[in-house]
């Protein structure tokens, strides 16, 4: 079946680092792609999201490109913030099944 | 424009009562799914519904957990019995459609905890 896999965390980023988050995905269809992030004690919110091979999805200076050859869709950010602190999870969406990846905790000290 | 709405946020109940948690999808959106996240862990899928009708429970438990999305009115995730193991955040998401392209709206959750 289909499934997401991102890399485990914790992630420890000073400020302005370089961010990527790693995702692979597997799926027998063409499955849309997002990035979802969860800030301490809130619900899930869009961050960006791709619908086909070679699409780069950005937002708030994230961005991820549908890389259908290597089934990937990692996360970016040239230069991160304090404020950027949270958790992150791949997700693909493909024959009515939304599948998450565990989750990437994310912590940037100033 | 209001997005998802959950209640309530936080919900406390001794083992064996009853869980109540309540979805109210995006305004025109007919779909709704229902997620679990257990501590430190990712989100789990439970149950895909539209209007009246369950279109895949394969994610829910088959005991003690029910999910109804009546013609009016908000989604209902229904816990009976409720254990310690039960206590998690709960979410709920709704798009438009399921063309495979519509993108899923989560609300803020209802995090249950279980004494």
């Known amino acids: 079946g289909d499934s997401v896999t991102q890399m485990e965390g914790p992630v420890t980023l000073s400020e302005e680092a370089f961010l990527t988050i790693n995702c692979t995905y597997t799926?027998?269809?063409?499955?849309?792609l997002f990035w979802y992030v969860q800030y301490p004690g809130e619900g899930l919110q869009l961050l960006l999201k791709?619908?086909?091979?070679?699409d780069k999805g950005s937002n708030k200076g994230f961005e991820a490109t549908y890389r259908k050859e290597t089934t990937s869709f990692h996360l970016e950010k040239g230069s991160v913030q304090v404020s950027d602190s949270a958790v992150y999870f791949c997700?693909?969406?493909?024959?009515?099944?939304?599948?998450f990846g565990a989750g990437t905790r994310l912590t940037v000290k100033p | 424009n209001a997005g998802v709405m959950q209640n309530p946020r936080h919900l406390v109940r001794r083992r064996g009562q009853e869980a109540r948690l309540r979805c109210s999808p995006m305004?025109?959106?007919?779909?709704v799914y229902w997620y679990r996240q257990l501590p430190e862990e990712g989100l789990k899928f439970m149950v895909y519904?539209?209007?009246?009708?369950?279109?895949?429970e394969s994610g829910m438990p088959k005991e003690r957990f029910s999910a109804e999305f009546p013609k009016e009115g908000p989604s209902i995730l229904r816990i009976q019995q409720v254990v310690r193991g039960d206590s998690a955040a709960y979410f709920c998401?709704?798009?438009?459609?399921?063309?495979?392209?519509?993108?899923?709206?989560f609300g803020p959750g209802t995090r249950l905890l279980v004494l």
């Open positions: 998401a709704s798009s438009a459609g399921t063309s495979g392209r519509e993108t899923q709206y």
């Open positions: 305004k025109g959106h007919s779909h």
């Open positions: 799926a027998t269809g063409y499955p849309s």
């Open positions: 997700a693909l969406f493909d024959n009515n099944d939304m599948r």
């Open positions: 791709a619908t086909k091979a070679d």
């Open positions: 519904l539209q209007k009246e009708n369950i279109i895949d």
